[in-house]
Structures are given as structure tokens and as C-alpha cells.
């Protein structure tokens, strides 16, 4: 399995943007990069999801390297409500769409 | 769309005793997936079916686990007999087939055995 690596935590100011990166040195040509989140308490939501360009939706946008090896989420304007821990995972397109968490990255946003 | 529902949200019960989760998918979503979240191990999956049908459950921990799809609104996954080491948030998400999107979790069961 590809794997990721995604810094433990993260912290940002309310309203600053907000770059949290993810390395996947051993992405295969047809592996979709996907992000979720999971607020405290709540089941993880998704936010985004590419294969080679940048992406953007109503949540966040998605940058991936040219080599593939790695990607970062963007959120533009950092809420508290954005607090939460972010999962970037690697989606086998042969995997019937099953996804393998990691330990993802704590985002902690202050006022 | 009420999303995905699960059921009971909190469960406590006696090691040794039969647990049932159940899990109502999106409808039309034709995958269903189950999770347990730990501390310790964080999200692992379990179990998927597509169309009704299992199609892998080497995340199954042992043989007191079982999951059942009777059909496409409704899901179930039994532990007999439960011990405390299975106390965990278990998660459903169902999904449509298809490269758009992603999956939709329900809210979890949170299962304490004691």
C-alpha cells in the first residue's frame, strides 16, 4: 500500500490561511489523493480529493506537486469550527474505493 | 437526505454479551464500509460491501465479529461474545461507485463493554 506522511499537529491564527502538507513519495500513477477531516466527537467528513491537478470546492483547495509526491491542503480563511484532525489518504483506483487512515495532522486554530 | 444512520449512538454492555450495530447507507450509494476507532490503533477498516455483497473483511479482527447486508438500506455488525478490548466508536460510511466525491460516515456508535 502507498502510504502517506503528514506532520502530528499543526496550529494556525483565525482568519490567516492555512497550508497542511502530506508527502507520498510512493504514489502510483493511478492512486487519488484523498483529505478528510474529523471534528471532535463527529465521524470524519470529506473535504476534497485529486488525481493530478489542483482542485478547488466550497471547502478547500487541493494543490498536488508536478512529481505527484506530495500535496497540500489549503483552506483559505482559517475558522475555529476548521479545528480538527485532517487524514490525507491515497485512494487505490483497483481498491474498491476503500480508504486506510493514518494518524493525520491535528489542526488547532486560535483566536 | 438524512445521511447515514446509525444506531444505538451509545451502547454499554457486560463482556460476554451478543452487541448488534446497525447502519442505514445513503440511498443509492451501492458501497457500505464499517470502522472502529481506538486511541490506540485510530480508524480501522473492517469490512466492505458493494452491492449488498462482502467483498473484504480481512480488517475483521477475529471470528466474534460478524456483518450481514440483507439489503441495500441496511446494515449490521454483530460481536458474540464481546470483550472489553472491543470498546471503540464504530463507524458506517457508504459511498456511490464512481471517481466523484468521497464517502459520507454516520455519527458512530460509541460501544463500551465492561
Known amino acids: 500500500d502507498a502510504k502517506t506522511t503528514q506532520p502530528n499537529s499543526m496550529e494556525s491564527n483565525e482568519e490567516e490561511p492555512v497550508h497542511l502538507p502530506c508527502n507520498h513519495s510512493t504514489i502510483s500513477g493511478t492512486d487519488y489523493i484523498h483529505w478528510y477531516r474529523q471534528l471532535p466527537s463527529q465521524g470524519p467528513e470529506y473535504v476534497i480529493h485529486g488525481l493530478t491537478s489542483n482542485v478547488n470546492n466550497r471547502m478547500a483547495s487541493l494543490a498536488i506537486a508536478e512529481d505527484r509526491k506530495s500535496s497540500t491542503l489549503i483552506l483559505h480563511r482559517a475558522t475555529l469550527r476548521d479545528a480538527a484532525v485532517y487524514y490525507c489518504i491515497l485512494m487505490e483506483l483497483n481498491s474498491g474505493y476503500a480508504l486506510n487512515f493514518g494518524k493525520g495532522t491535528s489542526l488547532l486554530v486560535t483566536p | 437526505d438524512a445521511g447515514v444512520i446509525q444506531s444505538p449512538r451509545h451502547e454499554v454492555t457486560e463482556m460476554g454479551q451478543e452487541v448488534t450495530l446497525r447502519c442505514k447507507p445513503i440511498s443509492g450509494h451501492d458501497y457500505l464500509f464499517w470502522y472502529r476507532q481506538t486511541m490506540m490503533r485510530g480508524l480501522e477498516l473492517l469490512i466492505y460491501?458493494?452491492?449488498?455483497?462482502?467483498?473484504?473483511d480481512s480488517g475483521m479482527p477475529e471470528d466474534r465479529f460478524s456483518a450481514k447486508m440483507p439489503n441495500a438500506s441496511f446494515s449490521t455488525l454483530k460481536i458474540q461474545p464481546s470483550e472489553p478490548r472491543d470498546s471503540a466508536v464504530y463507524f458506517c460510511?457508504?459511498?456511490?461507485?464512481?471517481?466523484?466525491?468521497?464517502?459520507?460516515f454516520g455519527s458512530g456508535t460509541r460501544l463500551t463493554v465492561v
Open positions: 460491501f458493494n452491492n449488498n455483497v462482502p467483498i473484504d
Open positions: 460510511a457508504s459511498k456511490k461507485s464512481g471517481l466523484r466525491g468521497g464517502y459520507t
